[in-house]
């Protein structure tokens, strides 16, 4: 089993940042991927970024490329997630989520454990 924590949301205005943080417990070396959806009131859970923890290249979203960047600390078995020049349609709630054998690290279905979610709000 494996456990996902959460923390770092808050209210921004439009332009700024936040620094989101996953931290994981558990037996956290059967999951190949840890990363970051979020979903907006109304709308569809939505991949945003995840890195792989075998290696390779991390996956972005299209609409936070060059704004989000995705790290991981391997000491401390945390994912971050540092949102730089943030807009109104970033507004969501940010859930942290890992999965044993993910291939399209857009797909929701393919993470089996996920944490309860930090809210993002970007004021315009």
């Known amino acids: 089993q494996v456990r996902l924590t959460e923390s770092g949301g808050s209210s921004v205005q439009a332009g700024g940042s936040l620094r989101l943080s996953c931290t994981a417990s558990?037996?956290?070396?059967?999951?190949?991927?840890i990363g970051w959806f979020r979903q907006a009131p109304g709308g569809e859970r939505e991949g945003v970024a995840t890195i792989f923890t075998r290696g390779g290249r991390p996956f972005y979203a299209d609409s936070v490329k060059g704004r989000f960047t995705i790290s991981r600390d391997d000491a401390t078995n945390m994912v971050s997630l540092q949102m730089d020049n943030l807009k109104p349609e970033d507004t969501a709630m940010y859930y942290c989520a890992a999965g044993r054998y993910v291939a399209d690290a857009s797909v929701r279905s393919e993470y089996d454990y996920w944490g309860q979610g930090t809210q993002v709000t970007v004021a315009s």
């Open positions: 558990g037996y956290t070396k059967v999951c190949n991927a």
